[in-house]
């Protein structure tokens, strides 16, 4: 008994079923399919059908793949289940990640073959092709696992072929996408490109990032409350400065019970553990006649209480700013909130203030201008901005006037069994939403970046480092002058080690951050623990600073395959990070320059002028 289903025959993919090739199974057999992901689909498809898998052929017999097939109780499948089981395997079949515009196979078709070649190399074909083979090599795995799970009833192994299949089909994504720069080249003389093909680069505009060409010192770690920290940063003012950092980063410079400052009590009392007011005072005013900006950490989200209130709870606050429980939210139930109940995350370590309360409203306004207009400072680094909405974000900022506000909107990003997934622009979306509810007035670390590139060069991933429209990852793609790029920072890294960046691929991190659009920070620990780490970004601020790149530089991205990722930076600057063996030359990138001349390289990273 045979039976057969396809549709658009000859060209669509088809479906035989076999009662008599095989006694006791059915014989499945599928040609025409479009990508390795059907694969897993098919699967799918058959456990979702009651079928267990006996064996499978994969790519065998002109191209098809043949499975036998029984029913879990034993036998073939009967003739009567067959249309529904052919209906689903042509629906998953013609479910493809391949585009079917009409406009894209046209425009490939009349591609000019020379000029194709002329641009192409075989590391690119050997990189799509290893991609393939690996994809086809994790479907057969998933093949093979769901086909012991239905003998064993364990589904324990399901999750991690699947996890290694998404991250093959991730890759081939990626690679693909990065080709879309070599088919605008190879087109853009005789044949228009339709705009979805065409690579997209990013520009914006906006002031939250102060004028564009900051670059920003994190100037502290975790430990750092443990010296005469004020002192030690005059000390290093002048030399930061040279190097070319054009702001500073300070910690949180309030009385606080943590001495980090995290847990601030008296906003007013600037004598901390990192030391006194005028040590403070002191440190800014050098840092001022260096020419760097400074950047104070503002804690607004909670506030330690100096007593207990009559309830016998930690409520009751002291100080200038002396108010009582109707500061804190109501759903602080541990510290008697008696305020508006909070919608955004909780902070359970301390009171939660209520921005809705005119009293705490006022009061930080006034105490943000006191550190703006007495004490110097020049920004704010909004921490855990989760905690409050955007929109207070706003009222500060437009009420204080910095040069520059940004924001720590640290969100948890999509993994699957402990890997990162390749879309996380659901991730970056909530921090572009939370930088457009402050009306755009301030910027926030691109941790969805800081978790791709550190999975990028951790994994030798560099796929990741495109998005699927051909751009940068994170908020750096989508809206770089918002974007504050990084690596580590006191949380993260120092002795916390939260969610470290691998060290010994810092120097290939800072050749991305530097070379690319958004506004990048450096680690101290990256700066000045490790002498030749320190070197390797100094050049990079130089080559950063030479040649003006910017929030809003343009991107476009060259290659971003398995130990591969190249770009080039406003038509005057290629670079290219990971093991994999990439110049502009052997590339033939052509900005119109003379030639490309090698400015800086290190560890796995190099960095290139277009001499024009």
Known sequence: MLATASMDEGEGPSVDLDNEAAPGQTVLRVTGRRDAASLARVAQVLADQGMSIRSAAIGSQGGGDVYHLTTRAGGAVAADAWPPLRDALLRVLLHTTRSSKPSIHGAAVDVDARALKAVASEADAAALESAAREMAAAAEALVGVEREIIAAGDESQRYEASALLERRMAAMEAILTSRRELLERALQSSVAVPDFVKPQTVQTTGPAAGNGYEIILQAFNWESCKEAWWKKMAAL??????????????????????????????????????????????????????????IADIVINHRCAHYQGDDGKWNKFGGRLAWDRTAICSNNPAYGGKGAWKKTDDYPAAPNLDHTNERVHKGLIEWMNYLRNSIGFDGWRFDYVKGYEGRFVRDYVDATVPQMAFGEYWDTCSYTDGVLNYNQDAHRQRTVDWCDATGATAAAFDFTLKGILQEAVTRREYWRLIDSRGRPPGVLGIWPSRAITFLENHDTGSTLQHWPFPWEHAAQGYAYLLTHCGTPCVFYDHMYYDVELREHITKLIAIRKRFRINNKSEVKIHKAYGDLYSAIIDKKVAMKIGPGDWSPTSDKVDVGQKEWKLLHSGPNFAVWEAVL
């Open 237 to 294: 003012a002048p030399r930061a400065a040279e190097v070319g950092f054009t702001s500073v980063w300070l910690p949180p410079p309030s009385d606080a019970v943590s001495p980090q400052g995290y847990l601030p009590r008296d906003l007013y009392d600037l004598n901390s553990k990192y030391g006194s007011e005028a040590e403070l005072r002191d440190c800014i005013a050098v840092a001022h006649e260096v020419g760097l900006k400074v």
